[in-house]
């Protein structure tokens, strides 16, 4: 196991994944390294009205992810709580699905008074009723030993039909790939707001870079592509960033990934943050940048689509027959560890 961020593919494989619990008929995508979320699919069911009639309830499909509430309060509470909430609904969104319900789990620090938990609950619940979600059920207490920015967890379902779900290990030979937003996204927007006081760049471009916090959600990306075109694997470049996120789709779908990085869009000032705290953008956490895979007949238009509601975008590459990923001709692997974490620790001592 590293000794921050998520476990590697080989820990993953002998700690966790021979140990999952019973087998059931009802779950069609099991964990997986690298793999966004889990589905249930629920057989279609007859239902019996109080009159006595019999209506047959069609089967359904629930995505379901899991992940910390991940609180930073030098955000500020309202934006740390905009930030927490996107991050739980974008494992879900990429399912293809519409988010639709939320459980909550918040493991709080004692500090935490009692006008900043209900600022952080008012902006989950704002966020929710935008994008018709639900809570369904959840725990709030205040924990000795518990501290920022992990507060507790959340399991986000969206419901829909099963036709509509976008597999994660779909991708196919002769898609074309496509990318939203760029690297390191999240990196940029945590790091330029976190220490905006220790950062020796521009001003025009420091104000970009903290500008990027708000392009950390890919909920909107996934929405878009999903009802615009035949969008085959659909994975958000979390930790390990674009390099991450293209390997874990090409492992996924046992397919390989031919990409260009010059047809890569960039965001203004994440290339100049990057440089400033030390890390590779290719390789540092990118939440909000949302990886496809689409019918090449269709890649313009998902692309289209997505420029006009203001999310740049690009066709990067193919998939073709094999496995594995080349970057401008060069064979890439995962990255062992994420930039983002150590650099974050850095500037955390340096702060105080």
Not at 88 to 106: I, R, Y
Not at 131 to 145: C, I, K, M, N, P
Request: negative net charge.
């Amino acid at each position: 196991m590293s000794e921050l961020g998520k476990v590697d593919g080989e820990f993953f494989e002998e700690y966790i994944f021979p140990h999952l619990g019973a087998e059931r008929d009802d779950v069609t995508l099991q964990p997986q390294h690298g793999v966004d979320f889990g589905v249930i699919e629920l057989d279609s069911v007859g239902s019996q009205s109080a009159s006595g009639d019999v209506s047959e309830v069609g089967g359904k499909a629930i995505a379901t992810a899991t992940d910390p509430i991940f609180i930073m309060p030098s955000l500020g509470f309202e934006r740390a709580a905009w930030f927490a909430f996107h991050i739980l609904m974008s494992d879900v969104a990429v399912s293809g699905l519409q988010p639709t319900h939320l459980a909550v789990d918040f493991n709080l620090p004692p500090e935490i008074t009692d006008e900043e938990f209900a600022t952080v609950w008012q902006t989950f619940d704002r966020e929710a009723r935008k994008l018709g979600v639900s809570v369904v059920t959840g725990h709030t207490a205040r924990y000795a030993g518990c501290n920022y920015p992990m507060v507790g967890g959340a399991t986000a379902m969206a419901v829909g039909d099963p036709e509509n779900v976008v597999r994660p290990n779909g991708a196919r030979p002769g898609d074309k790939v496509v990318l939203t937003k760029g690297p390191a996204v999240e990196a940029t927007g945590l790091l330029s707001n976190q220490f905006a006081d220790l950062m020796d760049l521009p001003e025009e471009t420091a104000e970009e870079a903290k500008d990027r916090f708000y392009d950390m959600s890919p909920v909107e990306d996934a929405r878009i592509a999903a009802e615009t075109g035949d969008v085959s694997a659909m994975h958000d470049a979390t930790e390990g960033g674009v390099h991450g996120a293209l390997v874990e789709t090409a492992t996924a779908s046992g397919v390989h990934l031919d990409v260009s990085r010059d047809d890569m869009p960039v965001l203004p000032g994440v290339l100049e943050a990057c440089e400033f705290f030390d890390i590779d953008p290719w390789s540092s956490i990118s939440e909000g940048t949302l990886l496809l895979t689409v019918a090449p007949e269709d890649a313009e238009r998902v692309v289209s689509a997505l420029d006009d509601a203001d999310i740049p975008a690009g066709i990067i590459g193919d998939v073709r027959e094999g496995e594995g990923v080349t970057v401008d001709g060069e064979e890439i692997e995962h990255p062992e560890s994420d930039p983002f974490w150590a650099a974050f620790e850095e500037f955390m001592e340096k702060s105080t």
